[in-house]
């Protein structure tokens, strides 16, 4: 199965204040819908975990024409665009069932580590994933280099709770969106809607810990901004969100 496709209804009880799905949601859809296409490939956690590996993202970049609204049946399309050794690419198109619009595209990149040592291994060797992939064509942006903020950016501290936790015992990439999100008052989310997001994981943080999330403008380019979450002196992701008038 060379694509995979994910139908949902947006109800009431998952949109946020502006009766929109909320960034970190769209995110979770996303993981969501990669995990069931590797389930079907035999790729998926369960037969990777027999292997002593599991999927890491690394990466992820969404390109928004527009969130999902509320009361509105969606189609979320995926396919594995490349596989080399450390990395494998995938590509998402977001459609509204109704319309047949596409409202977003959005790309990941993949690593799976060894349990034990927390490095990468060979994808090149899962012929499941080389067997599928697709040359289709992509209508968003791939991700750029992101940078850590300048000394001063604003931010505020975040202690992990038990909710943040996933089943690695690392922080989820729902907190992690959500901190960033969060940086902004409600007002913001108002006025502006967010057009782009990029994220890059860099390294896990856990339970208790203590992070800290920075903003700043980005240089040269008006409502878009870097932001950085830090573990004392590590940073555990770098992110840049572009916002847009609504």
């Known amino acids: 199965m060379k694509q995979y496709v994910n139908e949902f209804y947006l109800t009431a009880s998952e949109v946020n204040a502006q009766e929109e799905m909320s960034l970190s949601r769209l995110v979770l859809l996303i993981i969501d819908t990669a995990t069931a296409h590797a389930n079907i490939l035999g790729v998926g956690y369960a037969s990777m975990m027999e292997r002593n590996t599991s999927w890491v993202l690394s990466r992820l970049s969404i390109d928004i024409a527009r969130m999902p609204g509320v009361n509105r049946a969606y189609k979320l399309e995926t396919w594995v665009e490349s596989v080399n050794r450390i990395y494998s690419e995938r590509l998402f198109e977001l459609k509204d069932a109704e319309s047949g619009e596409t409202i977003a595209w959005a790309h990941t990149t ?52 038990v909710s943040d936790i996933d089943v690695n015992r690392h922080v989820t990439t729902r ?56 573990v004392g002196d590590t940073s555990c992701a770098l992110a840049r969100i572009s916002f847009k008038k609504r």
């Open 110 to 161: 993949w690593m799976a580590i060894d349990m034990d040592s927390r490095r990468p291994t060979d994808l090149s060797r899962l012929s499941e994933l080389v067997d599928v992939i697709n040359d289709r064509a992509f209508g968003g942006v791939k991700g750029g280099k992101l940078q850590p903020v300048h000394e001063g950016a604003q931010g505020y501290a975040y202690t992990f709770k």
């Open 175 to 230: 907190r992690y969106i959500d901190l960033i999100t969060d940086v902004w008052p409600l007002d913001m989310y108002n006025d502006c809607r967010v057009s782009r997001f990029e994220i890059a994981f860099k390294h896990e943080a856990r339970y208790a810990e203590e992070a800290v999330t920075l903003m700043e403008p980005h240089a040269g380019e008006d409502g878009v901004y870097d932001t950085e979450i830090r």
